[in-house]
DNA sequence: TAGTGGTCTAGACCACCCA
DNA sequence: GGGTGGTCTAGACCACTAT
């Protein structure tokens, strides 16, 4: 009696990933289920779910239950973006962080952003302009509606001295939400404020934040002409 | 004797999220190990396991071998992008999808470019640059160059036919890399391919690509004027 | 060295959904 | 109806690392 060795779930995970790039199993074929792979591996079915599952969540294979697995026709790209606070942001660049808020009111937000945060109009929110500085330069210009329904608390917090973004991620920790990106030429109001001139080429994120169904705020940030934002594919 | 009801691991991440967010395990805690909360939950240890697996896949917690499972003091945000190739992204707008190739030559690439696919000085690559349209309006402009060592049947692939997006998709599916996105002002020669106006904001995306080690190709995008890439947070 | 998370197993039941 | 993936359990051993 020979002791077959124990399988790792991520050896597996390579097998059946090389068989794809090998054409073995070519785009769109449906592979043997997980009883019979476990038993062509040697190994518990579960082990082989757990690789699988793995390969699915990468965008390469295809699985429901009933019809099998398939392999994806497309393999679909995913990447991952992770968000540090921009504090962090700043000071990995081995610059000193620091942050000035530039305005601060409440007042019915103008309609699209009531609209992007569900609130009847005439509603009023508050109103942030910050600027996040890179070593005295100035580096991201954010513009901010918080929704004061979402978090009443927002109203009495110090923005002068706690920027929103680290305040939310204290008080409102749960959030799902979206991220846009696009490039825009910057106002003269805002290149005044980045340090450039009018007409340079920005990078933009538009973000809103939602936590359990409820609109929490939105927030259009500028980034500085030169800003790269890197993904892991 | 009452059966206790199963436990699910989405309920159990539920609740630990709520916690977490209702401050009963602030942020730096040590939150208690899998066994004590397996006992608490009434449910088996994996269970418990992969619940807190997956908040830290969301980065939510921080877990380690022996130190145990903490909350992360800034709960870094994470966004995904499934990048869907670029017949797919036009078509999802309702356009019907063009493609042209403008230029294809094999030749050593400049010294940056060299570097960065990891080739000597002086061995050839394959470069191209191809317009992808929506609606024979331009969409995208690709400048790319192809590490032949890495992928040496590209040099007879058919590239006027098939994008070398989709051609590298099928024939090196699985591959890491690295993104990176900017905005970028638009030289002549690329505001005339892409229809607008020279010194236009414009939407850069520079792709690194890498199956097993070796740099397979690299590639800048540019998109016209008014591209939006959104993000799921 | 001891305590923690990481993983594997064998078995079971369930949810889904195609035929 | 029946086959598939999805999940849970109870138990075990292992890998890592703080102390």
Do not use: K
């Amino acid at each position: 009696m020979t002791a077959r060795p124990r399988q790792s779930w991520t050896a597996i995970a390579r097998e059946v990933s090389r068989r794809i790039s090998d054409g073995d199993w070519p785009a769109g074929a449906l592979i043997p289920n997980e009883a019979d792979l476990a038993q062509e591996f040697g190994c518990a079915r579960a082990t082989v779910s757990r690789a699988l599952r793995e390969l699915a969540d990468q965008g390469l294979l295809d699985r429901r239950r009933r019809a099998g697995t398939r392999v994806r026709e497309l393999p679909e790209r995913r990447a991952r973006l992770d968000i540090p606070v921009m504090r962090q942001q700043v000071e990995r660049r081995g610059a000193r962080y620091g942050y000035l808020l530039l305005l601060r009111e409440v007042l019915p937000p103008p309609s699209p952003v009531a609209a992007t945060l569900a609130l009847p109009q005439q509603v009023p929110a508050l109103h942030l302009r910050a600027l996040h500085n890179a070593d005295e330069a100035p580096f991201l210009l954010e513009d901010r509606w918080i929704n004061l329904r979402a978090v009443p608390d927002a109203e009495t917090a110090d923005f002068a001295r706690e920027n929103a973004n680290e305040w939310l991620l204290r008080n409102v920790p749960l959030t799902t939400g979206e991220l846009g990106l696009t490039a825009c030429a910057a106002a003269p109001e805002e290149a005044e404020l980045l340090n450039c001139a009018p007409g340079d080429a920005l990078f933009q994120q538009d973000r809103i934040t939602i936590n359990d169904g409820e609109r929490v705020t939105w927030v259009r940030s500028l980034y500085a002409p030169g800003y790269r934002m890197r993904l892991a594919l």
